[in-house]
């Protein structure tokens, strides 16, 4: 493997706070109550139709919906630089890349309006997430996001590699599967943003890790 292209949310960097801090102002200024972190954290990693759906019980197929998400993500902006952080163990996987001279970049359905400032805002080594990374590829850079392989397809152009030496890691299903399509590697991120209802196990892919450090052994 010569690239490992990692998800952004849940997997390299912990924004669930700041996402949190979002649906719970939207849902104040609605006239409903907060939710813990703790009932936020599991759906985090599914966006703004996981959030809304947890906090307004409503799916893309509702009227409001597409209102609630721009509203959402409004209030999102003025929050998800305040404290997103490097999940326990990736600095010293990053590190740990960078010493063997394995290129890593970013593949997210993140819109890039946010992925860009995110990632300069999270330090890793005296840098920054986005100076280290050889690539960032967001859900609004290419036609379809994953589950499309298309972003990931985009991160192998960018960076000159063939997908057979890349490997993807995520968790969420529709990383691996995204993965899968591209023709890559993947791997499951259990110490992400698992819910109690994911079935990780079924989601077809090759590796599932619960510590980072634990996908070097992947590499070869």
Partial sequence: ??????????????????????????????????????????????????????????????????????????????????????????????????????????????PRRFSVDLIKAVKHGGASLYEGCVCLVCGDDALLPKPAPDTLLMACTETASLVTECIYVGDAERDIQAGRAAGMKTIVALFGYIAITDKPEQWGADAMITKPMQLMSYLD
């Fill in 1 to 110: 493997m010569s690239l490992v292209l990692f998800d952004l949310d849940g997997t390299l960097v912990d924004t669930a706070h700041d996402l949190g801090v979002a649906l719970n102002l939207q849902l104040v200024r609605h006239g409903k109550p907060a939710l813990a972190q703790e009932m936020i954290r599991p759906v985090a990693s599914h966006g703004t139709v996981g959030l809304l759906g947890l906090g307004f019980g409503i799916t893309p197929a509702d009227a409001d919906f597409e209102k609630l998400r721009i509203e959402y993500l409004d209030l999102y902006e003025s929050v998800f630089t305040e404290n997103p952080f490097l999940l326990p163990g990736i600095s010293e996987l990053l590190s740990k890349l960078d010493a063997q001279g394995i290129k890593w970049g970013i593949v997210t359905n993140k």
